[in-house]
């Protein structure tokens, strides 16, 4: 065998060997004695290293004879074992190969190589000899590896049996390559640009927008139709799928930035794509993939593949439509939902706020002007309304029910109405929520892929500033007329006053339609400027908060590492006020809320999108407004993942 056969053998021991002889020659000068002993113990090591390796070599030709007296049949040698065949010691070393392996797979350039993984560099050897078979590629030929462990504990070594199934191989990833997709393209504001423009320009518009895409995909090998004004059906193979991804669905941005006669047409798309097993199931999913992209806001890629979604896009800030219609034509149809049960109950997010809280009260008093009887379950340990909560009961408001009156006020004939959130493990009682029957689903928040989707009504407006706006609408356009307490109207004005930062962000025509309706109702816009009022103590902690941020490519970071009373209200207030902050384009406060979890609350005035960087952590909300929690990580480490999730969100841009 070769010198590199006998140093796998054992590594070890003549790298020790090898130690021994260096210190001997640094001691040669400084110490003569202590190179003496070097030099001995060089020299010992070596000859034990010699006779292991030795030993191991004859085990290996000893095992080879074994394996040839228990072949049968025609072949009666391993060496003509009719596949490549080759026996590794427990660090990868080669000790024995056949006759086929040295042709089929070792060549003239690399019959030097006598380490498994100077062959095969693509896996570890460490996946040998724990599975019956795994993938290796070799140059352009592919091999399926059989191992199994062929000798005692004292020597391991694992013998290789190559499979050549290139074939196969290449043949399976072309059928997968050529599997079908279907797309759905949306042009977001279509109906506007149909009412901005005479027909003629319109025309001219959308043959614009038309030619970008066909642009886009040209050289794809797709089918392109236009199936009504501003929507298009794209089939293709997976393989065209596998490049738009990479690049990221760049038409997103060529058409944002699409401009006719010099003038900004502020379009934009959304994109569904979806993949199953014919073009049937392909399509269906590519609508279910359309519908989640326009319900987290527009202006975005939804491709669900592999049982997952992907996103893409999701940068501009779309206007909110006026029209009143749809909530006048919901609030009809929760009406008909209500009338067909005789208790509701409603519910909104964990850690409830004033939206949610605000949301849920407006429900049941649209239920109780009804004639029907509802209740809201809440918990008012870990409500981050609590203010608004004391506000409603003073005033004789007693419909709230914590966990365990929910469990016995609810059945299965009981309607459930979720406000301020579409996500089953956020709710107030998950518990609560699978022991009701049927559902309804209001709610604002950019649409997640596990939202939701069993609902008899599923109302959401990612446009709108909050649920407490969607509320007041559907009361105001109620076909049976309703009169709003103050304490009520009050309730629904503070739900908005929170999410708009005092009407900063977020607002629409709508949002100052549904406001004014409230105050036309009695709502007191003193007692809500009551209702987040903070002490001295808690203006103490934020500004200790802001004073700590550090800043990072245009936002502003804050640890806050100490135990304060109200955590989550005074972060969430700190990372608010840190936008004023000249030059800020968002904010981000961290901070552990237990033990085991870091919770991270994000901001922005509408110029970056919050929600992007914070899905990527786990997380979601709005573009402005955020948050995500972490598990059993520090404080600082989920301050390097922020980090590394801002870097992947400009990355992105």
Known sequence: ?????????????????????????????????????????????????????????????????????????????????????????????????????????????????????????????????????????????????????????????????????????TTEKEYLLTRP?????????????????????????????????????????????KTANGRFLVIGEK??????????????????????????????LSIGVGTGENVLECENQAKRSLELALGRGGDQCAVFMNENYTFFGGMANLLNDNSKVSPRQTSANIL???????????????????????????????????????KVVVDE????????????????????????????????????????THVVSLLESEEVYNDGGSKIIIDHHRRTADYIDNAEIFYHLPLSSSTCEMVSEL????????????????????????????????????????AAYLKQSGANTVEVKKLFAVNQEQINSENEIIKKAISYRDCMISIADKNIENLRVITAKAADDMLNISGVRASFVISKIKDDLVNISARSLGEENVQL??????????????????EDVSLELALEKLKSAIDEYYEER
């Open 613 to 630: 960087i914070t899905e990527k952590l786990g997380g979601g909300g709005h573009s402005t407004m955020a948050a995500c929690q972490l």
């Open 239 to 268: 393989r065209g799928l596998d490049k738009l991804c990479k690049d990221k669905f760049e038409v997103l941005n060529d058409i944002r930035a699409y401009k006719y006669e010099n003038t900004e047409i502020n379009a934009t």
């Open 475 to 514: 009361l105001e356009y109620s076909t049976t007329k309703i009169e709003l307490p103050q304490e009520i109207a009050t309730a629904l004005l503070s739900g908005i006053v929170l999410d708009t930062k005092d009407y900063v962000l977020k607002t629409s025509r709508r949002t100052f339609e549904a």
């Open 1 to 169: 065998m070769r010198f590199k056969s006998w140093l796998y053998q054992n590594p070890i021991g003549f790298l020790s060997a090898a130690v021994f002889l260096l210190v001997g020659v640094g001691f040669i000068f400084i110490d003569k004695m202590g190179a003496i002993a070097s030099f001995v113990g060089f020299a010992v090591v070596l000859v034990l290293s010699v006779v292991y390796s030795a030993y191991s070599i004859s085990s290996t030709k000893k095992l080879v004879k074994q394996i040839n007296k228990s072949l049968r049949g025609e072949i009666k040698n391993i060496d003509s074992f009719p596949l490549p065949a080759v026996v590794c010691n427990s660090y990868g070393g080669i000790v024995w190969y056949n006759k086929l392996f040295l042709s089929d797979i070792l060549s003239d350039d690399n019959s030097e190589k006598f380490k498994i993984t100077d062959v095969f560099k693509d896996f570890s050897f460490d996946n040998f000899g724990e599975e019956e078979s795994v993938s290796a590629q070799y140059n352009d030929r592919f091999y399926t590896v059989f191992t199994t462990k062929v000798h005692d504990k004292n020597n391991p070594l694992i013998a290789m049996y190559f499979l050549d199934d290139t074939y196969f191989k």
């Open 381 to 420: 340990k870990k409500s981050l309304a609590k203010p608004l909560i004391n506000y409603l009961e003073s005033n004789g408001y007693d419909k709230f029910i914590d966990h365990d009156d929910g469990k016995r006020f609810c059945d299965s004939k009981t309607l459930v109405i979720v406000v301020d």
């Open 181 to 225: 997709y279907a797309m759905h393209i949306l042009v977001d504001n279509i109906d506007e640009l149909y009412r901005k423009y005479s027909d003629s320009k319109f025309a001219l518009i959308t043959s614009g927008i038309e030619s970008i895409l066909e642009k886009w995909l040209d050289g794809h090998n797709v089918i392109f139709k």
């Open 336 to 374: 008909n939902e209500i009338k067909k049960h005789n208790k509701v109950l409603i519910m909104g997010h964990r850690f409830s706020d004033n939206d949610s809280v605000g949301a849920a009260v407006g429900m049941e008093y649209f239920c109780r002007q009804n004639g029907v009887n509802a």
